[in-house]
């Protein structure tokens, strides 16, 4: 039996903002993965999940057409059977890396394979299915595997991580998909663009920082940067009660900064945390109402 994997990814700096344009910072997220197994059919592409999916079914079907086109081959006789702990539409990239999973399991299945720049393309149609908007960072960082420093329609860009760092992550009881957060953000651009613009650039800038304060091992910078990143989409109206109240209870039990991670309005958020603080922000979060809690090293 063959089978591959797909990591979750988070974004750690300048969602939404990088829909218009704005640098942002996202890693591969290994605490949570997508595996594909492949064995033989009765006939054609037979895809089974761990629980029905409409979309999920829609989308890992064309992921197999795409990749079948791209590599001139006819349908094999193959099942394909997913297996995921990434909690779907909680802001961890499950939509793109199922589908990474089960394109890297049907090259391999067929003796094929696809580099990166091609698989990310047609993992980026995906994500279109599943978010109608993407800004491509989802699909980047996961078919990659690295941290990325993504601005939109640039050449991908990778990053040094001077100091390995520790990041609480918490899963919260509910999400907004994406395109609605994506769509609402819209709204109020076009409604306000001179003041909303000047979140994006704001946003942008902090995640220019950020990238500095990574690549020069200051996390206490980089705490403060999280903050100011979660005030800013405040004001993008993508945060709310139990996203700041979780994110004020990580600071209060010792995080260094925190903030909402990916579309918001529920979903999961990130703390930075120093080993002594870890377990007091992970008890705190789960006290405060959240759902799951996850560690997870940065560079380590
Ligand atoms: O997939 P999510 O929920 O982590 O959000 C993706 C990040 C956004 O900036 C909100 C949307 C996008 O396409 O970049």
């Known amino acids: 039996m063959i089978s591959a994997i797909a990591s979750g990814k988070l974004i750690l700096f300048g969602e939404h903002a990088v829909v218009y344009g ?14 594909v197994s492949t064995t033989p059919s009765d006939g054609g592409i037979v895809i089974r999940l761990p629980q029905p999916d409409e979309l999920a079914q829609i989308a890992l079907k064309k992921t197999a057409t795409l990749v079948l086109d791209h590599l001139k081959l006819p349908e094999p006789d193959l099942t394909l059977t997913l297996d995921s702990s990434i909690p779907i539409a909680a802001g961890f990239g499950s939509g793109a890396a199922i589908s990474t999973a089960l394109a890297r399991a049907l090259c391999q299945a067929l003796q094929r394979s696809l580099d990166n720049a091609t698989l990310n393309e047609i993992i980026y149609e995906i994500e279109k299915l599943h978010h109608k908007t993407p800004s491509g960072i989802d699909n980047t960082v996961i078919v990659y595997e690295q941290p990325v420093y993504f601005e939109r329609g640039q050449p991908i860009e990778s990053f040094h991580i001077a100091r390995p760092f520790s990041l609480v992550v918490a899963n919260l009881p509910y999400a907004t998909p994406t395109h609605i957060t994506v769509g609402d953000v819209r709204q109020l651009y076009e409604q306000n663009c001179a003041e909303i613009g000047e979140v994006f ?27 100011r990143n979660h005030m800013l989409l405040q004001q993008l109206t993508v945060s709310d009660k139990m996203l700041d109240s979780l994110c004020e209870a990580a600071r209060q039990a010792g995080a260094v900064g925190a903030k909402l991670s990916g579309g918001g309005r529920g979903g999961n958020l990130i703390a930075l945390t120093t080993a002594s603080s870890q377990q007091n922000v992970s008890s705190a979060l789960l006290e405060a109402g959240a759902h799951e809690v996850f560690v997870t090293h940065i560079g380590a």
């Open 22 to 35: 704005q640098p942002a910072i996202a890693v591969p997220f290994r605490g949570v993965q997508a595996v």
């Open 201 to 227: 650039s704001e946003i942008g800038e902090v995640a220019r920082q950020a990238r500095w304060a990574i690549e020069n091992g200051a996390p206490t910078k980089l705490g403060s940067l999280m903050d």
